[in-house]
């Protein structure tokens, strides 16, 4: 009987590690980091005006408002710092106190970004290529944290490499197309394994994911000048799914939890090979600009995300032995979510001082997608406030430079969750309290137009 018992509790702790393996990605886990040109104005861009050569992501379109050359070439700096305020009845922490709060480790990555556009045929034909970061993040919770049997160290790295061309039908009207690679340069997600099952004072064990992988995808844009004063942009992503392939590596194991759970022998480790889908989701863009003389401009953005086109994942798992694979599915585990469509508003305003300086400054919002009860701790999904402040100058009419900085507010959500979705009542227990954060960004872009063009 206590064998059985073992063998059940086994797999559902096994299972716990697969349900988690790649959670959905949500508004922490878009980023937008294009360029400092378009994060100081708040990240608008789709209306086409005034862009660097990141214009073939933002809206390929607009290539063919950018004469000749056009050479951008960057990185932005993230510093992250999120909290969790437990509210006394946290699972996998019931003796702290009452708004006792658990600081993650702060996260400071730098992001590159570069982009170049070129005109053909007297500027009617426009091509170019951009790398940039749309999607990703990272997140760090100590090993002793409410949220460590949900996740502890979360690592996802996403490049976009889009060639995109352009074709300006008349003064009014431009098209253009791109493609879409997305890249998951770094996957990884770290998390404790509850053992507490196998005895009291059973030390957790470690659950470690790695995977890359990438997928093909494409984008659409317009451009609309009815007169000298407005312009307007529409922009449409396509859904790309990622196939990421890896290794989850599980540590701390020795004795009956690995013997009974993955057939290792009682040994400390077990390994696997995995592959795993993770959706970028489509999406719509509309941007508006007013110019209202030539010395400001403004513009507004919406955008359209269909979270809910990644509302089921899978983990596949490979190689595995007859223990294992009795206790780990060895076809698709399909996790539903149900994520919510979001809008996304983003305001913008370009100030022109003279040929070599201008000013700007903006402002958005991005909602969150996931409902509480799928609430993870991973990607922190909690609406967020962005204000933005930048600046160009121009040392010639070649050459020049973009800073931006933008502060992100975060705001608070209360999460109850008492066991980790996927597992049995407190097999891997769950988290109580409210999770907020706040980040600082900083941009830089070095800008270089030259009048060649083919």
């Given at each position: 009987?206590?064998?059985?018992?073992?063998?059940?509790?086994?797999?559902?702790?096994?299972?716990?590690?697969?349900?988690?393996?790649?959670?959905?990605?949500?508004?922490?886990?878009?980023?937008?980091?294009?360029?400092?040109?378009?994060?100081?104005?708040?990240?608008?861009?789709?209306?086409?005006?005034?862009?660097?050569?990141?214009?073939?992501?933002?809206?390929?379109?607009?290539?063919?408002?950018?004469?000749?050359?056009?050479?951008?070439?960057?990185?932005?700096?993230?510093?992250?710092?999120?909290?969790?305020?437990?509210?006394?009845?946290?699972?996998?922490?019931?003796?702290?106190?009452?708004?006792?709060?658990?600081?993650?480790?702060?996260?400071?990555?730098?992001?590159?970004?570069?982009?170049?556009?070129?005109?053909?045929?007297?500027?009617?034909?426009?091509?170019?290529?951009?790398?940039?970061?749309?999607?990703?993040?990272?997140?760090?919770?100590?090993?002793?944290?409410?949220?460590?049997?949900?996740?502890?160290?979360?690592?996802?790295?996403?490049?976009?490499?889009?060639?995109?061309?352009?074709?300006?039908?008349?003064?009014?009207?431009?098209?253009?197309?791109?493609?879409?690679?997305?890249?998951?340069?770094?996957?990884?997600?770290?998390?404790?394994?509850?053992?507490?099952?196998?005895?009291?004072?059973?030390?957790?064990?470690?659950?470690?994911?790695?995977?890359?992988?990438?997928?093909?995808?494409?984008?659409?844009?317009?451009?609309?000048?009815?007169?000298?004063?407005?312009?307007?942009?529409?922009?449409?992503?396509?859904?790309?799914?990622?196939?990421?392939?890896?290794?989850?590596?599980?540590?701390?194991?020795?004795?009956?939890?690995?013997?009974?759970?993955?057939?290792?022998?009682?040994?400390?480790?077990?390994s696997a090979g995995v592959s795993a889908p993770v959706y970028i989701p489509q999406n719509v863009q509309l941007g508006w600009a007013f110019m209202p003389n030539e010395q400001w401009r403004f513009?507004?953005?919406?955008?359209?995300?269909?979270w809910y086109a990644a509302r089921q994942l899978g983990i596949v798992f490979n190689g595995l032995n007859a223990t294992a694979a009795s206790n780990l599915p060895t076809f698709e585990n399909p996790?539903?979510?149900?994520?919510?469509?979001?809008?996304?508003?983003?305001?913008?305003?370009?100030?022109?001082?003279?040929?070599?300086?201008?000013?700007?400054?903006?402002?958005?919002?991005?909602?969150?997608?996931?409902?509480?009860?799928?609430?993870?701790?991973?990607?922190?999904?909690?609406?967020?406030?962005?204000?933005?402040?930048?600046?160009?100058?121009?040392?010639?009419?070649?050459?020049?430079?973009?800073?931006?900085?933008?502060?992100?507010?975060?705001?608070?959500?209360?999460?109850?969750?008492?066991?980790?979705?996927?597992?049995?009542?407190?097999?891997?227990?769950?988290?109580?309290?409210?999770?907020?954060?706040?980040?600082?960004?900083?941009?830089?872009?070095?800008?270089?137009?030259?009048?060649?063009?083919?």
């Amino acid at each position: 009987m206590k064998k059985r018992l073992h063998s059940v509790i086994g797999a559902l702790l096994s299972l716990s590690v697969a349900s988690q393996a790649f959670a959905l990605g949500t508004a922490s886990y878009s980023s937008e980091l294009i360029s400092a040109r378009s994060l100081g104005q708040g990240g608008v861009g789709v209306a086409g005006v005034d862009l660097d050569g990141s214009s073939s992501y933002l809206n390929p379109a607009a290539m063919t408002s950018q004469p000749g050359t056009q050479i951008t070439i960057g990185g932005t700096y993230v510093n992250a710092s999120p909290s969790f305020t437990n509210a006394g009845n946290s699972p996998a922490n019931p003796g702290q106190g009452n708004g006792s709060v658990t600081g993650a480790r702060a996260t400071s990555v730098v992001v590159p970004d570069f982009g170049v556009t070129t005109q053909f045929m007297d500027g009617k034909l426009s091509a170019g290529l951009a790398v940039v970061a749309p999607f990703g993040l990272e997140t760090h919770f100590d090993g002793d944290s409410p949220m460590r049997y949900a996740a502890t160290d979360t690592r996802l790295h996403v490049i976009d490499i889009t060639p995109s061309v352009a074709y300006k039908i008349n003064d009014m009207f431009s098209v253009g197309v791109g493609a879409d690679y997305y890249d998951t340069t770094e996957g990884q997600l770290d998390h404790k394994l509850n053992l507490s099952a196998f005895g009291a004072g059973t030390p957790d064990g470690n659950t470690d994911l790695t995977a890359t992988g990438g997928g093909w995808g494409y984008h659409l844009g317009t451009t609309i000048k009815p007169n000298e004063k407005n312009e307007i942009g529409v922009v449409y992503h396509s859904n790309v799914k990622m196939n990421l392939t890896g290794n989850l590596l599980v540590t701390g194991i020795a004795g009956a939890p690995g013997a009974v759970i993955f057939g290792n022998g009682g040994a400390n480790t077990f390994s696997a090979g995995v592959s795993a889908p993770v959706y970028i989701p489509q999406n719509v863009q509309l941007g508006w600009a007013f110019m209202p003389n030539e010395q400001w401009r403004f513009e507004l953005d919406a955008a359209w995300y269909d979270w809910y086109a990644a509302r089921q994942l899978g983990i596949v798992f490979n190689g595995l032995n007859a223990t294992a694979a009795s206790n780990l599915p060895t076809f698709e585990n399909p996790t539903v979510f149900n994520p919510r469509k979001s809008i996304n508003l983003a305001f913008g305003a370009n100030y022109k001082a003279n040929d070599q300086l201008q000013l700007r400054g903006g402002a958005y919002y991005e909602a969150a997608s996931l409902p509480e009860s799928q609430f993870d701790p991973a990607f922190v999904d909690l609406p967020r406030y962005g204000l933005t402040a930048g600046t160009s100058y121009a040392f010639t009419k070649a050459l020049g430079v973009d800073f931006a900085y933008n502060a992100v507010f975060f705001h608070s959500r209360s999460i109850n969750i008492q066991q980790i979705p996927g597992t049995a009542a407190n097999a891997q227990p769950g988290f109580s309290g409210s999770f907020s954060s706040f980040a600082n960004i900083v941009s830089a872009n070095l800008n270089y137009k030259f009048d060649t063009h083919f």
